[in-house]
């Protein structure tokens, strides 16, 4: 079966995951198989060795292990690799809300970048 995998990098769509090759893990998250562990730059994780197995790796578990959440279907059609605190707290220091688009009941997309100069309030609300 194959699983889409979501994450800041993009879509990807892969028969075996979590269970990636090294180079596709790397494609995904931005982390570097190396025998120390999983690298980017200079920061080296160490990989415990159940989430190896020789060139795969388990980019769930790998990402968990670095405190991100993982978000899957019942079925693993689907995961999203998400945002860290670290990553999220980065991102508010500017206090500035990120640009997204909404349609409007006519079917008109408005982008928050469009409202740059003006007050703007910002609602939202979550179920959980």
């Given at each position: 079966?194959?699983?889409?995998?979501?994450?800041?990098?993009?879509?990807?769509?892969?028969a075996?995951?979590?269970?990636?090759?090294?180079?596709?893990?790397?494609?995904?998250?931005?982390w570097?198989?190396?025998p120390e562990?999983?690298?980017r730059?200079?920061?080296?994780v160490p990989?415990?060795?159940?989430?190896r197995?020789?060139d795969?790796?388990?980019v769930?578990?790998?990402?968990r292990?670095?405190g991100?959440?993982v978000?899957?279907?019942?079925?693993?059609a689907?995961?999203?690799?998400?945002?860290?605190?670290?990553?999220r707290?980065?991102?508010?220091?500017?206090?500035?809300?990120?640009?997204?688009?909404?349609r409007?009941?006519?079917?008109?997309?408005?982008r928050l970048?469009?409202?740059?100069?003006?007050?703007?309030?910002?609602?939202t609300?979550?179920?959980w």
């Open positions: 079966m194959s699983s889409t995998i979501l994450s800041d990098r993009g879509e990807f769509a892969f075996g995951a979590p269970w990636l090759s090294a180079g596709d893990a790397e494609r995904v998250t931005g570097t198989l190396k562990g999983m690298c730059d200079e920061l080296c990989l415990p060795a159940t989430l197995r020789g795969l790796v388990d769930a578990a790998f990402w292990h670095i991100n959440p978000v899957t279907d019942k079925i693993g689907a995961m999203v690799l998400g945002a860290g605190a670290e990553q707290n980065r991102s508010l220091e500017g206090l500035a809300a990120p640009d997204f688009a909404l409007d009941l006519s079917g008109m997309e408005h970048s469009g409202q740059r100069g003006k007050k703007v309030l910002l609602v609300w979550a179920s």
